[in-house]
């Protein structure tokens, strides 16, 4: 134990020792890449709908000089930088705006409406800030570029589509994104964070986004008069002892040391207050870190809703079916720590140590844990990137207040301290990862 806790604080201290900080000329660059991201932000596409953007992405990575490979796995974009015999460094940004109508108010706000694939028309918003990841993604290409004389190996940039709804991650692999282009020894990222202040970052080591599984229950019954209820087995009342069996899985099932979520985000069941239905849907989100205690928990939904029906007096003809959304799981995402802490110290030596803050594991989902989960074993790392504007941040701190979080239709980032807070640590981490 000993051994392992000295070889830690060795990781964390040497590369501190010997790393080189880049001296970006962000004051030339900049107005380009804030153009970018106002061009982005105004333009957002749903999942799977990411065309336009992921042209302007391939278009800026093209002018920069990479071998660009568009449309993989969907609307995503590979660019390839080779800059001699090294390794390779995997960057990744994602690309789809979220069904949202805009409130920020800004000027330069969303005004784009589009028909979704279920044909209703909805608002379309960067309201997870992959605006701001698409600008950061190309801000530090250019950079790399510029200053390719500080590193050696193959840069290769990423822009994947669909995270918000699980897929991209899976499409792109499931093309060959390891195997067609060159294996990555290391792969980033960043998020921008709705509850950090522009100027810093913050981050941590194992765990650091849970995992997510959407769960349907549909509960069965035997209907009937509101009025003769004896005469009937009622999925209402089935489905809401369910309901509260499932809470006892994470309080008396699993290991309190194990973080566990379960939620029931929708019920619908019966057509009228006096009729006694047939059935009763549950839609249920699982968040946990633990692979183990995914499992667990799916198990243990199945056993339970099982046990609750039959206890109910129906036979296993009507048991409630339990369907797992395995094509929209994700797996948690488990930041490499050695790794994470060669990331750690060349964003500090960029940003000042003060900027970079330890932040807790959240129980949000991305499918970027997915890059660090196939049979290479390759390490990752995303590190939140603060957007909220420093005096609004201030603000909140005094008074209490809650920030409008991520998925918020008011959540706005301050771009023009984030940008190029990103671009500075996402170019000196990867530069740091080549010259290990």
């Not at 596409?45 to 796995?73: C, P, R, W």
Request: aromatic share 6%.
């Amino acid at each position: 134990m000993k051994f392992h806790k000295i070889y830690a604080a060795l990781l964390f201290i040497s590369p501190l020792l010997s790393a080189t900080t880049l001296d970006l000329k962000l004051d030339k660059t900049m107005p380009a890449i804030e153009q970018l991201y106002l061009d982005l932000h105004q333009s957002p596409e749903l999942s799977y709908h990411e065309q336009q953007t992921g042209q302007k992405i391939a278009k800026q990575l093209k002018q920069l000089g990479f071998d660009v490979t568009d449309n993989v796995g969907g609307f995503g974009v590979v660019g390839i930088y080779k800059n001699g015999n090294g390794p390779t460094i995997m960057i990744r940004t994602d690309t789809d705006g979220l069904p949202i109508i805009e409130q920020t108010g800004k000027p330069y706000a969303s005004k784009v409406t589009v028909t979704n694939d279920e044909g209703a028309t909805v608002g379309v918003m960067h309201g997870c800030g992959h605006d701001i990841h698409m600008s950061s993604f190309i801000g530090t290409a250019q950079q790399l570029v510029m200053h390719q004389d500080a590193w050696q190996g193959t840069l290769m940039m990423v822009a994947q589509p669909a995270e918000e709804v699980g897929g991209g991650a899976k499409a792109m692999l499931k093309e060959g994104l390891f195997s067609k282009y060159p294996t990555p020894d290391h792969v980033i990222a960043l998020h921008v964070s709705a509850s950090v202040p522009a100027g810093k970052v913050s981050m941590k080591n194992e765990y650091t986004m849970a995992s997510v599984d959407s769960v349907d229950i549909t509960v069965k019954g035997k209907g009937g008069h509101g009025a003769y209820p004896h005469t009937t087995i009622d999925p209402v009342v089935i489905a809401s002892r369910i309901v509260l069996a499932l809470q006892t899985i994470t309080s008396r099932e699993l290991s309190p040391l194990e973080p566990s979520v379960i939620t029931v985000g929708s019920i619908h069941g019966g057509s009228k207050h006096n009729v006694i239905s047939d059935q009763v849907k549950l839609q249920l989100t699982l968040r946990s870190y633990n692979p183990a205690v995914r499992l667990q928990q799916i198990a243990a939904i199945k056993r339970i809703s099982k046990g609750i029906a039959i206890s109910a007096g129906l036979d296993e003809s009507l048991t409630p079916e339990v369907y797992v959304h395995e094509d929209e799981s994700i797996p948690s995402t488990y930041n490499n720590p050695a790794q994470t802490n060669i990331v750690r110290s060349a964003i500090s030596a960029a940003i000042g140590e003060s900027n970079v803050l330890e932040t807790e594991a959240v129980m949000a989902g991305e499918d970027f844990g997915l890059y660090g989960r196939t049979d290479k074993n390759i390490p990752i790392t995303l590190f939140w990137l603060g957007g909220v504007e420093q005096t609004q941040y201030a603000a909140a701190q005094k008074s209490g207040n809650t920030l409008p979080s991520l998925h918020s239709s008011k959540f706005a980032p301050d771009y023009k301290v984030a940008l190029p807070t990103g671009i500075k640590a996402m170019s000196n981490a990867a530069v740091a990862l080549f010259n290990q």
